[in-house]
């Protein structure tokens, strides 16, 4: 049987933490800074992960690591440290959620309930495709990367490392968004957009606070 020890327990780790446990995925505890004072899912508190006698439990056979941090920052580098460091993970995706097998997850990789992830589609490592998303044929999605609730990526659309594209966005197809760009909710992007920018509404356009 797996095992999985959960990095970060709180909000989005919740997910995980169903999403583990209706695979029939064993929890074998929570990394934090500190014991949390709410524990919904009993979960034993580990200790820091950055503490490496707290990390022997992850040297067991069949057992890994997710780091369920929201941050793609955060979350980027916990994965790249952790796998750094020779300790595995792996696709979480909930038994209510659609990954084509003419597709590809990366590891580290959530698929929440209801997310669609169809034909040719390309998903890197560590990335959130959240509940109700849909990521349509032939989109590619790269590392660390978040897909908030209900986003829609029509076919072809490009989402570069470690954006994030906010709750019922709706990118076009064919459209190619690039690194560290923030999509706010319910925007709709019908236009390529560069790294690091922040983009909004519909039609969705730059958003950039120091020009106001
Ligand atoms: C885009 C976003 C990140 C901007 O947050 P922020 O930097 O705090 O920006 P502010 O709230 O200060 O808003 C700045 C301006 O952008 C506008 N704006 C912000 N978000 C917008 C959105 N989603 N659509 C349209 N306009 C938006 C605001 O009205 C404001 O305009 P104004 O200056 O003319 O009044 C945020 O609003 C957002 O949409 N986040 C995504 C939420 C989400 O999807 N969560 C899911 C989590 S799983």
Redesign the pocket.
């Given at each position: 049987m797996k095992r999985v020890a959960l990095i970060g327990y709180s909000g989005h780790a919740f997910v995980v933490a169903d999403t583990l446990l209706s695979l029939g995925i064993n929890l074998l505890g929570y990394f934090e800074q500190k014991k949390k004072e709410s524990n919904p899912f009993n979960l034993p508190y580990i200790g820091q992960e950055e503490d490496e006698k707290n990390l022997e439990i992850l040297k067991e056979k069949d057992t890994f690591f997710f780091a369920c941090v929201?941050n793609n920052r955060i979350r980027s580098k916990i994965i790249k440290t952790m796998l750094g460091s020779g300790f595995q993970t792996l696709v979480a995706a909930h038994p209510g959620s659609f990954i084509s097998e003419f597709s590809s997850v990366g590891e580290g990789t959530l698929a929440a309930p209801g997310c669609r992830v169809n034909a040719l589609a390309n998903v890197g490592r560590g990335v959130i495709l959240?509940t109700g998303s849909i990521v349509e044929h032939e989109c590619i999605i790269k590392d660390f990367a978040h897909i908030?609730?209900g986003a829609v990526l029509a076919g072809n659309v490009l989402i570069g490392e470690s954006s994030f594209v906010?709750?019922n966005a709706v990118i076009k197809e064919g459209i190619t968004i690039g690194k560290n760009v923030?999509i706010?909710?319910?925007?709709v992007i019908i236009k390529d957009i560069p790294d690091n920018e922040?983009w909004?509404?519909n039609p969705g356009k730059k958003?950039d606070k120091n020009e106001?």
């Open positions: 929201g959240n908030a609730p906010g709750a923030t706010g909710a319910g925007s922040m909004v509404g958003l106001k």
